[in-house]
């Protein structure tokens, strides 16, 4: 692969509701798919500009998502059964040591994967006529508009998005003291 697909976390909490009260001594390792295929829509719901959007992230849309996930689970348990955890004597909650192949874990990341809000390319970027904003970061067809945030990403960057919004920030400043 080009670049990082699948990022595993460990927090030293418990980190899921169906978890309460929480387990003495218990922390979570957690997987999130960084270069996903499925794709969501935002879409006018109206004329009105008060009209509230109609949002369909699209979550697991492309089965190539929840494969990755799947196997994401599968690494987790994979480093919580080696020696650098041994001394926590871990004890598998969720999806819990009952659920050993792969449908069972497909239909575990289907009731339980959520997001962490790292949404990018409502507004994409580029060069074609197709994208909502220009290379620089000018909005298509109205004048004196630009938008500087993660929706102009064309795709979502391997890691939180967080760096790339800054730099994305920072080269809207460029541009706008360029152009004045």
């Given at each position: 692969m080009p670049r990082p697909d699948l990022e595993v976390f460990l927090f030293h909490i418990p980190f899921h509701p169906r978890l309460l009260p929480f387990p003495p001594n218990s922390f979570t390792l957690t997987v999130a798919a960084m270069q996903p295929h499925s794709r969501g829509t935002v879409r006018l719901s109206g004329a009105d500009p008060e009209d509230r959007p109609l949002i369909d992230p699209g979550y697991l849309g492309d089965g190539r998502d929840l494969a990755t996930l799947v196997q994401g689970v599968e690494l987790a348990r994979s480093l919580a059964a080696t020696d650098a955890f041994e001394a926590w004597q871990?004890?598998?909650?969720?999806?819990?040591?009952?659920?050993?192949?792969?449908?069972?874990?497909?239909?575990?990341?289907?009731?339980?994967?959520?997001t962490y809000f790292h949404h990018v390319g409502t507004c994409r970027m580029g060069g074609d006529e197709q994208s909502v904003v220009d290379p620089r970061l000018r909005v298509r067809g109205v004048d004196g508009l630009r938008v500087a945030d993660g929706s102009i990403m064309p795709s979502i960057v391997s890691a939180n998005t967080n760096a790339a919004c800054v730099m994305i920030g920072e080269m809207a400043a460029g541009l706008i003291r360029a152009d004045a």
């Open positions: 871990p004890r598998e909650l969720l999806p819990g040591p009952g659920v050993s192949d792969r449908d069972g874990l497909a239909d575990f990341v289907r009731e339980n994967a959520g």
